[in-house]
C-alpha cells in the first residue's frame, strides 16, 4: 500500500479496520515564504489525499505546525463516522494560526460618521463643492478645540459613481436585480477623537449648535442623516500592514 492511502478493509495505523478512510504522511522538505512581513518557514508537505497539483498547492500555503509523525496521521479520538478529514484538520489549523498572524490593530480613539444627503435642488457637484469649501471651514476650528485627531469628508457623487461602480463590479451592477446597490447617500463626514469625552464636547459646543448645524441646511437634508459611532481597526496602514 502506497503511503497516503488506504481503500476499504484496509488495516488502519492503530489497528482494526477503516473503510473508506484515506490519511496523510508528511514530509518536510522545503522552505516556504508565508508572505510579506512574515518569516520564511519550513512547509509541510501533505502526500496521498488529493491530486498532486492540490497537494502542491497546499504545501507552498502550510507552515510548518506539526512534527513529522512516525506514521501516517488519522483522527482517532472520534468515531469512524464522524472523523475529520485530515486535510479539514490542515486547513483549520493554517486557518487559525494566518489569523493569530494576521497584520492589524485596534486604533485607539472614538470614531463618529454621519451620512449626508444633499437638498433636493442642487446638483451633485454643488453640493461638493459647498461640503468641502465652506462647511469644512467652519467646522475645523471647532473641532480642534475639541482634541479632534482628524475629520474627512467622503463625497459620493452618485451620477459620476455610475461608470466607477460598473467598471470595478460588472456591467449589471446598477441592476435592480442586483442584491448590492450604491449607498443612498451623498456623503459622509468622518469624525475622529481621542475619547468619547472630546466627541461629546464638540457636539455639545453652542458653536456647533449654533453655526454648523444652521449651516447644513444650506446643502443637506438634515431629515435623512444617520450616524455610525465606534471602534476603528487599521489593517493596513502607510502602505504596510499595520502593527
Request: neutral net charge.
Amino acid at each position: 500500500m502506497q503511503p497516503g492511502t488506504m481503500q476499504a478493509g484496509d488495516t488502519g495505523p492503530l489497528g482494526g479496520r477503516r473503510a473508506g478512510f484515506r490519511y496523510h504522511s508528511f514530509e518536510s522538505k522545503q522552505q516556504v515564504s508565508t508572505g510579506v512581513g512574515f518569516p520564511t518557514l519550513p512547509a509541510v508537505i501533505i502526500s496521498g489525499c488529493a491530486p498532486a497539483p492540490n497537494n502542491d498547492a497546499l504545501a507552498n500555503a502550510t507552515r510548518a505546525l506539526l512534527p513529522k509523525p512516525t506514521q501516517p496521521f488519522l483522527c482517532p479520538a472520534l468515531p469512524p463516522r464522524h472523523r475529520h478529514h485530515p486535510i479539514e484538520i490542515i486547513v483549520t489549523i493554517i486557518t487559525t494560526m494566518a489569523s493569530a498572524s494576521a497584520p492589524g490593530k485596534w486604533a485607539r480613539v472614538f470614531k463618529v460618521s454621519i451620512y449626508l444627503k444633499k437638498k433636493d435642488d442642487i446638483s451633485d457637484q454643488q453640493f461638493s463643492d459647498y461640503y468641502a469649501q465652506t462647511h469644512a471651514a467652519l467646522a475645523g476650528p471647532v473641532l480642534l478645540r475639541h482634541n479632534c485627531i482628524s475629520y474627512t469628508q467622503f463625497h459620493h457623487m452618485t451620477e459620476k459613481a455610475r461608470d466607477s461602480i460598473t467598471s470595478i463590479f460588472g456591467p449589471d451592477a446598477l441592476s435592480p436585480q442586483n442584491p448590492m446597490q450604491p449607498i443612498a447617500y451623498d456623503g459622509c463626514s468622518s469624525f475622529v477623537f481621542a475619547s468619547i469625552d472630546d466627541a461629546r464636547g464638540f457636539f455639545h459646543d453652542p458653536e456647533t449648535a449654533q453655526i454648523l448645524g444652521p449651516d447644513s441646511v444650506n446643502f443637506t437634508n438634515t431629515a435623512t442623516l444617520q450616524v455610525a459611532i465606534g471602534d476603528e481597526f487599521v489593517a493596513i496602514q502607510d502602505g504596510k500592514p499595520a502593527a
